[in-house]
Each structure stands twice: as C-alpha cells, then as structure tokens.
C-alpha cells in the first residue's frame, strides 16, 4: 500500500510544473466563477436582490477580486509560454516553481487591492434593495470605469495579443526550420506532415485562445461606455453573463486541448495512479 502512495506521490509530482501552477490558478477561479458568480448574477438578472447591502457589497468584492485574478492568470499564461518558447535554453532557470508561485500570490494580492477601490461605490443605504427598486450593482463614476478599462482590458489585451503573436511568429520561424533541416538532411519523406501539422495546431490554439477572450470581454467594455436606453440594458446583462462565460471556457482552451490533461484525468477517474508502475507513466 505504502508502494502504491508513493508511485502516485511521483506521477503527482510530474504535474508540479510552473506551467500547471498556473492552470491551477486560472482553474480555482475559473471554479468559484462557475458556482458563485454565475448562479448569483443569473439570479440578480431575474429575480428581486432580497439579500441585504452587506452581501451585495461582499458580493461585488468578490467579483472584483475573482475575475481580476482570472484576467491575471491569463497574462502570466501568457508570459510563460511566451519564455518557454521563445527563450528555451532559458526557461528552467527563469521561470521556476517558486517564482510561479510568487506570482501567483502576487496576483490575487493586487486583485484584492484593486476591490477595495471599489469600496467607495458599494450601497451604504440601509434596504436599499429591499423592495425591488434596482439590482444588486456597483455605481462607479467615470473615473473607476475609465481606471478599470485600462487595468482589466486594454492591457491584458495588448500583452496577450503582443505575447501570441511573437509567439507565433517564433512557432512559425522553428517549424520552417525543421523543414528545411529535413530537407537537407534528405530524412524520410514522412515526417515533413508532421511539421506542417505541428504548425496548423499551434496556429489553431493561438487563434481560439486569442479571439475566444476576446469575444467574452470586449462587449462588456464596450456597452459600459455607451448611453443607457433599454436595448442597452438588456444588452449588458448579456454581456456579463458572456465576460463571466470566458471562464468556463477557460478549462477547454488551456487544459483540454493538452493530452497530457486528458491523460491525467483518465489516470485518475479510472484508478490507473493506484495501480503499481503508474509513477513511470510518461505524462507529456
């Protein structure tokens, strides 16, 4: 028995990369976005907010801090594929376990620094939502909603969209290469789809991970700045259901596309992590 927890102690450990610390941080967000502030905001949207001032302020806290971290996670994302293929021979040394994790730390810290600026906007009127007279919400002034734009939207988006495209651009560049190294080297005739394939998919994640955030978050912004009438209204309760929908999309974009993921849910659903030798199972 001692056996067998330390084999799945060792195929666990195999998972304990700086990239997975990262997944697991967008995951946890992604989770509490997916069963607390979805079901809230679905009920807000078409029900009476009979809860109180304290929990709707704590409520839009979280949100704050929730989907700020999910933006967060996303950028670092970002940043570490971007070293990891762009930098190769660099990126043991660079981006390290401890480093992710500090990030990563760092990351919520800022998310939750940034709610409190929130504080100021959140209901101090006693029942102010008692008897139906609006939904439960922020009313940030022009300023918070400029701050927030530019924080949360414009540059997480300039560094993912500058980050994927050098990215890609580097993705291309090696796969040329390969051919023309296989071409020189006069190798089988068979492993020249394989590199033609490889750049497909790498051109095919970059583009769905790049116009997926893009499509959930770019309504909200851009509703928010628009005069209110009643098309717009019903508009951005659509949109916020669709910026908070990114992160249930977030798990099929980052983890499920990878074999290595569908490996290690398969491992761990069906037992196999239990079975003796399941440590040497090749995860990647």
């Known amino acids: 028995m001692k056996k067998r927890r330390d084999e799945a102690e060792v195929c666990t450990r195999q998972l304990h990369t700086p990239t997975n610390i990262l997944l697991l941080s967008l995951a946890v967000s992604d989770l509490l976005v997916g069963l607390v502030l979805m079901p809230v905001q679905i009920f807000n949207r078409t029900s009476c907010w009979f809860f109180g001032d304290f929990v709707c302020a704590m409520y839009n806290l979280i949100s704050i801090i929730i989907t700020s971290a999910s933006i967060g996670d996303i950028v670092l994302i970002s940043v570490d594929r971007y070293v990891a293929i762009c930098y190769p021979l660099h990126y043991t040394t660079k981006v390290t376990a401890r480093r992710v994790k500090f990030c990563v730390c760092l990351c919520w810290l800022c998310s939750f620094t940034y709610s409190l600026l929130y504080v100021k906007d959140l209901p101090t009127q006693p029942g102010s939502y008692k008897y139906c007279y609006g939904a439960c919400g922020l009313s940030p002034d022009n ?23 050098r990215i890609f651009a580097v993705a291309v560049s090696q796969a040329r290469a390969m051919r023309s190294h296989i071409t020189a080297v006069t190798l089988q005739h068979s492993v020249t789809p394989k590199a033609k394939k490889s750049e497909l998919k790498a051109a095919r994640k970059l583009g769905v991970l790049v116009l997926v955030f893009l499509l959930c978050v770019c309504p909200l912004y851009i ?54 030798g399941s440590s040497e199972t090749n995860m990647l």
């Open 143 to 165: 300023g918070s909603l400029l701050f927030d734009l530019f924080l949360n939207f414009i540059v997480p988006v300039t560094v993912i969209i500058a980050l994927y495209l």
């Open 223 to 276: 509703i928010t700045w628009v005069d209110y009438n009643l098309t717009m209204a019903s508009l951005q309760d659509f949109s916020v259901i669709l910026f908070l929908s990114n992160s249930c999309l977030n798990p099929v974009i980052y983890a499920f596309l990878y074999p290595w993921f569908r490996k290690a849910v398969k491992l761990i659903v069906t037992l196999q992590i239990l079975q003796p």
